[in-house]
């Protein structure tokens, strides 16, 4: 299966970097929290302050399963914390959260 999601970053270009530079060596455990979840790939792009991520998992996965919970690591639950330090919501959006976005085109299915 396939999502889509987005979610903005904090409007300063520190803020982006910092991100940036956290992405490029992903904590260990939040790599195998990933995993566990049944996340097959990942992949996470960037235009200024938005945030778009597409995530390819079992059949079944749902993004709620990424929610953090009482028995989730520590080391996942730090991660967590200090990524949500970097963001805002989107427009519209009534939490800072990565927000599904709804699929309006696919070649495949038109061809």
Request: glycine letters at 4%.
């Given at each position: 299966m396939r999502f889509c999601l987005?979610?903005?970053l904090r409007d300063d270009p520190a803020v982006m970097a910092e991100y940036?530079?956290?992405h490029r060596e992903v904590?260990?455990?939040v790599l195998e929290h990933l995993r566990a979840s049944g996340i097959?790939?990942?992949t996470i792009w960037r235009r200024e302050n938005r945030l778009v991520m597409l995530?390819?998992?079992d059949p079944g996965f749902a993004p709620e399963q990424l929610?953090?919970?009482p028995g989730t690591h520590?080391?996942?639950k730090e991660w967590e914390t200090l990524m949500a330090s970097f963001q805002q919501p989107l427009p519209h959006a009534e939490q800072t959260a990565w927000q599904p976005m709804e699929s309006v085109f696919r070649l495949g299915e038109q061809i």
């Open positions: 987005a979610l903005d940036d530079r956290y904590w260990p455990e097959h790939d990942m995530i390819d998992a929610v953090i919970g520590p080391r996942v």
